[in-house]
């Protein structure tokens, strides 16, 4: 109770999802909201659908502050993250949702340097630095009642290949390695480090390969036979940030309804 006889909140845990403002990582955003958690959502800009994103999280019964810019401007990571920790007076969890499909899809002999950099730019280079970001300030400071995790989206690219977008799997691969590398240096401060794989999930991102992805399905192409939704991701991401998977780190979790399974 307050001084004034009012109920006190209880201390909630703390999570920054980036690439928050539609598709997986709003779901995920809502889902750590429905799990009890005050969100902080990075996103490029703070436009109609980032408000949805803020709206939904509210109405799950958490606090919300967002943060604009992109996670490829290295230089700005000191800055996003300090306003990051500081929006709800510290930070447990970090999801790195954040990433950008390829300008075109096709033959990977045409694919330009330019399409690359820009690949790797958002879904790589700035995921690795921005973590890295995170996990010195958690290094530095003693360990909260809750856990901590880290917790990146990749892809079942990842694994599977897709010549048609070349660039892309080889960032999302570049991402297994990465959260090999954090679970390890990170093991000693009881930090879980984890990797999700979505397989085929309905966001904007894969609207443009609808057709082609609902052929696909209904051959059969993954044992569960239907459309992955984005709260499948986000429900997985708060099982893993709870810290139940206590022995448990570095490891990929499929959301994908079996796809990545070798079947004859």
Known sequence: MTERGEPTRQ???RVLVTGARRGIGRAI????AEGGYDVVVNDLV???AARATLAGIEARGGRTAFLEGSIAETSAHGDLVARAF????GLEVLVNNAGISVRKRGDMMEVTPERFDEQMA???????FLTQEVARRWLASPPPSHPRSLITISSVNAEMVSPDRAEYCIAKTGLAMMTKLFAVRLADAGIGVFEIRPGIIRTDM???AKERYDRLIGEGISPVKRWGEPADVGQVAVALAGGQFHFSTGD???VD??????RM
């Open 29 to 32: 955003a809502w889902a750590f």
């Open 11 to 13: 201390a909630r845990p």
């Open 122 to 128: 958002t879904n790589l280079r700035g995921t690795f």
């Open 206 to 208: 894969t609207a443009v």
């Open 46 to 48: 703070r436009d109609e």
């Open 86 to 89: 500081a929006a709800f007076g």
């Open 257 to 262: 309804g079996g796809l990545h399974i070798h």
């Open 252 to 254: 990929a979790f499929y």
